[in-house]
């Protein structure tokens, strides 16, 4: 449960420190006093988006704490096992600090956290209802929702929501698959003419051919210079190699005599090395050299023949070998295609197992239908509407979807021998915020988080109606903790902690929130039946609203 609140320069809460109890917790206050000032914090601490609108004016970044405790087999203790992030004091510590630049930063137990992991972690403790869900009734979906989150229906829908994508995957497969084949054959019957045209080619090396057929091509001019080279090194009467030799010799009494001297001996020494071994190795490619007129011939056809190819399929001769293996693997996924006939198979198996699902999860939810209406029924009854009667209808869908084979509505009646009708067809908006109400708190009923929030969600009731909503909200709090923003005296009376919000006229202007003990609980509730004016009656009255909540008791 939630036991501790910490707010600095949030909003309009400057400092702001408040510990809050297990039970039924409610807020009050005047009309733009901050009451939601409590629940924006935590749901900051949750992971929900912000803005630059909760740094208080004037401030660089808003700080905002939230403690937790919990149990040691509880969803929220595995969760921090899992991520590392249990430690031995039975505390969930979650900070969020929002700078006026727009950015923020998070905490779990005092480690950075990512806005993901605070919203993982948040799902498991906090549930949120607000005073718009209400509309939710009028969503065509809702009600089907609704009806596998109370009967416990949401893993069978899943399962046939993945049933109903696998089957239309192969669908598709078996489409795409008809398309291919139109145009697979002549595709294959292509790529063999081509790849038999270039199989030759590719055994050679494109570079290698090129290179040979320039050399032939220059021979007589190779041969001359290579002639001139050898005379010059080695075959002249002054020729380089003798007149190394002879400055070798010359230098070779005085190397010892000067150490630069000495370097430019042995680097002379590693010259001659050097021409002589080049000097031996252009003899031997002299001597091995020889012109071939066929052979240029034959270089000459091949280079024309991956010139013309080159031409013909639009690339660089040098790049036809990879071509050909492009190619190669094409024909080869070709030939792999899985045949039409055969996902024409899967794509009947695919259905058969989805609309097997399918009408398994229909008959669980009919069956779930009938009674989960008579509850409603019973539990809306009481909110003045005597005659109120709940029933679900079951409209074959013309074609199944992921949701499953029906369409399904909830009607309802608020009169005595009138058919039920769609919701949004027939009630009111008094009626709606009841059956609203109601949903919801048969909703927590059905929930693994151990802190539910009501934004206000008692918007459109009033006097017993509302008492019998606050008698709702202390039975759930026996079980889980609740946080509960209210405007009805008669919900607040009910509570076990009343926290009270007051807007400050500081500069800037500031909210507080301090819990209330039994003789202000008094004046408060006096206020938000009275108004402004507070007299022995309203005063009165007050009382006897927390008397119902002892003798409750």
Partial sequence: MLTHLTLINFALAERLALDVNSGF?????????GKSLLLDALSACLGERTDTNYV????????????????????????????ELADDSGEIHLRRV??????????????PSSLTELKELGRLLVQLYSQHSQQQLLEQPYPKHWLDRYSELQTPAQQVREAYQTWQK??????????????????????????????????????????????????????????????????????????????????????GRSEQL??????????????????????????????????????????????????????????????????????AQLQQLEDPETLAEQVLAAEHSFMQQAQVLDQLRREAAVPLAQKLTENVKPLALPEARFEFKFEALEQANAEGLSLIQLLFTANKGMPAQPLAKIASGGELSRIALVMQVMNAEKTDAEILVFDEIDVGISGGTAEIVGRLLADLAKHVQILCITHQAQVAAQSDQHLLV????????????????????????????????????????????????????
Wanted: hydrophobic share 35%.
């Fill in 262 to 331: 000495g370097q430019i001996y042995n680097s002379l020494l590693n010259a001659q090395s050097e021409m002589e071994d080049a000097t031996s190795s252009l003899r031997q490619f002299v001597d091995r050299q020889s012109f071939d007129p066929e052979r240029m011939q034959e270089l000459n056809t091949l280079l024309e023949s991956f010139h013309r190819l080159a031409r013909k399929y639009r690339t660089l001769p040098e790049d036809l070998k990879q071509d050909y293996q492009t190619w190669q693997d094409e024909l």
């Fill in 25 to 33: 917790n409610v807020l009050t206050g005047e009309t733009g006093a």
């Fill in 502 to 553: 007051q807007k400050q006229q500081t500069d800037p202007a500031s909210s507080t929130i301090f819990e209330l003990d039994e003789q202000a609980r008094i004046l408060e509730l006096a206020r938000m039946t009275g108004g402004i004016e507070i007299n022995d009656t309203t005063l009165q009255h007050a009382k006897q609203l927390r008397q119902l909540k002892f003798q409750a008791l």
């Fill in 170 to 255: 192969t669908i598709r497969q078996h489409q795409a698959a008809l398309d291919a084949q139109a145009t697979r054959l002549q595709r294959i019957a292509t790529l063999e003419l081509q790849l038999e045209e270039l199989e030759e080619l590719t055994q050679l090396d494109y570079a290698e051919i090129e290179q040979e057929f320039d050399r032939l091509s220059h021979h007589e001019s190779i041969m001359q210079d290579c002639g001139y080279a050898l005379t010059a090194l080695d075959d002249a009467e002054q020729n380089l190699n003798q007149e190394l030799g002879s400055i070798i010799r010359r230098l070779e009494d005085h190397a």
């Fill in 98 to 111: 929002i700078f006026a630049t727009g950015r923020s930063k998070a905490w779990i137990n005092g480690r």
């Fill in 56 to 83: 208080r004016f004037g401030c660089d970044k808003a700080d905002v704490t939230a403690v937790f405790s919990y149990q040691e087999d509880s969803p929220e203790a595995r969760w921090l096992t899992q991520h």
